[in-house]
């Protein structure tokens, strides 16, 4: 059964850069597509980012000029970095993979919250 | 950008039938995926490609999408069905998520 563990600074001060871990086991990542999806506190999902092992990566668009995803088959994982951030950036980020096929979240991980604050 | 509609709040009683829409500019043309999310929880699939249960789905949960709206139906609802419910689509290879409907069950 494929898990998925992020792992991340828990604060960030603002104008700084966030970078999150997506570690996954139990499947390799060199297949699927993966990506990351947050939750601000209280709020709904907001997609970030996907990235391929075959180098296919994507961004929202209200995202994409501060974001990057990166995928490392050495350490099967993935992750984001999110700079010059701000308060509005405080939220329980999720990494998550795509079914077979596409289009769809079948395993999430846990979460792992990022308060941005001085 | 495309934007997804979902109503706030449902409400239903206990072993009826429950009823969540999400709406969207001719949605029909896209594939419409579920997603439910318990407090403290990480969401969870209920429905992919419109009207597929992923395996351990109770057949209680079905997805139907045509026109301008998709509907996640939840039949013979259970208390243990109280939670968020997530819409997605994709557009132009944006992930795209519906606003969320909390379900109560009476």
């Known amino acids: 059964q494929v898990q998925l563990q992020e792992s991340g600074p828990g604060l960030v001060k603002p104008s700084e850069t966030l970078s999150l871990s997506c570690t996954v086991s139990?499947?390799?990542?060199?297949?699927?597509?993966w990506g990351w999806i947050r939750q601000p506190p209280g709020k709904g999902l907001e997609w970030i980012a996907y990235?391929?092992?075959?180098?296919?990566?994507s961004y929202n668009p209200s995202l994409k000029s501060r974001v990057s995803i990166s995928l490392d088959t050495s350490k099967n994982d993935f992750s984001l970095n999110l700079n010059s951030v701000t308060a509005a950036d405080t939220a329980l980020y999720f990494c998550?993979?795509?079914?077979?096929?596409?289009?769809?979240?079948?395993?999430w991980g846990q979460g792992t919250p990022v308060t941005v604050s001085s | 950008s495309y934007e997804l509609t979902q109503p706030l709040s449902v409400s239903v009683a206990l072993g009826q039938t429950a009823k969540i829409t999400c709406g969207g500019n001719?949605?029909?043309?896209?594939?419409v995926h579920w997603y439910q999310q318990k407090p403290g929880q990480a969401p969870a699939l209920v429905i992919y490609?419109?009207?597929n249960r992923p395996s351990g789905i109770p057949e209680r949960f079905s997805g139907f999408n045509s026109g301008n709206t998709a509907t996640l139906t939840i039949s013979t609802a259970q208390a243990g069905d109280e939670a968020d419910y997530y819409c997605?689509?994709?557009?132009?290879?944006?992930?795209?998520f519906g606003g969320g409907t909390t379900l109560t069950v009476l």
């Open positions: 998550a993979r795509e079914g077979q096929g596409g289009g769809f979240y079948d395993h």
């Open positions: 139990g499947g390799s990542i060199s297949s699927n597509y």
């Open positions: 990235t391929s092992y075959a180098g296919s990566t």
């Open positions: 997605q689509v994709w557009d132009n290879r944006n992930g795209v």
């Open positions: 490609r419109d009207s």
């Open positions: 001719n949605i029909g043309s896209k594939s």
